[in-house]
């Protein structure tokens, strides 16, 4: 099942503050994040692979908490190179086929000066 | 330079004849998968394969066919394309070996079926 990412859009202006969620129905052992930008090929931001475990890329950083089947990902501050559309993908068995990712339909993130 | 290569870049064809999408990395990466992407849909994952000879289903497999006879080529073949083929089609290898599974996308391939 494809992972459900919410808010679809988002606009902010520069230095403010934004958060999209991603949720499964099913249990999740991993998540990852990209970012694809406009007429480009999506972008690999980060992986995380235990509950609760937090990263972060540049001002943007993630959660995610198995035992409620979601992650988050937070930019903060942000700058007019954040926008783009982030997806979320998750594998398919715990067995580790990281590589049989399911990608959400994606939150499109409009950074404004 | 380490890159994933797709060609063509763009293609328009019509309804039934055969065509192959090539899809190459210098990465030596194991894992090589093809997505497509439609607006409003995300990415789907339409076949990816673990090794030479090795390949599996995505979640949109239909109308598709793949290979994997050496390792850093991964052709995508539609044998007799439909215009609901007509997408943006992605290639991806996966660095397996540092723990990060990053996937790195090759540049895309917008197809147009008539």
């Known amino acids: 099942q494809q992972p459900v990412q919410s808010p679809q859009a988002v606009i902010l202006r520069e230095g403010e503050d934004a958060v999209i969620n991603c949720s499964s129905s099913k249990a999740l052992y991993s998540v990852h994040w990209y970012r694809q930008k406009h007429g480009e090929a999506p972008v690999f931001l980060m992986i995380?692979?235990?509950?609760?475990e937090q990263k972060g890329h540049d001002k943007i950083s993630a959660s995610f908490n198995e035992k409620k089947q979601q992650s988050s990902l937070y930019l903060t501050a942000s700058q007019l190179s954040y926008s783009g559309t982030y997806f979320c993908g998750t594998p398919g068995t715990s067995g580790g086929s990281n590589y049989k990712l399911t990608f959400g339909k994606g939150t499109l993130l409009t950074v404004n000066p | 330079e380490a890159q994933v290569t797709q060609n063509p870049r763009y293609l328009i064809t019509v309804t039934g004849k055969k065509l192959t999408v090539t899809c190459s990395q210098n990465m030596n990466h194991e894992y090589m998968s093809w997505y497509r992407q439609d607006p409003g849909l995300g990415l789907r994952q339409i076949y990816y394969s673990m090794n030479v000879e090795v390949t599996d289903k995505g979640d949109v497999p239909e109308g598709y066919k793949v290979s994997r006879k050496e390792k850093r080529n991964f052709p995508l073949i539609l044998e007799s394309p439909s215009p609901n083929q007509t997408s943006l089609y992605f290639c991806?290898?996966?660095?397996?070996?540092?723990?990060?599974?990053?996937?790195?996308f090759g540049p895309g391939t917008r197809l147009t079926v008539l």
């Open positions: 995380l692979l235990k509950g609760g």
């Open positions: 991806a290898s996966t660095d397996g070996t540092s723990g990060r599974n990053e996937q790195f």
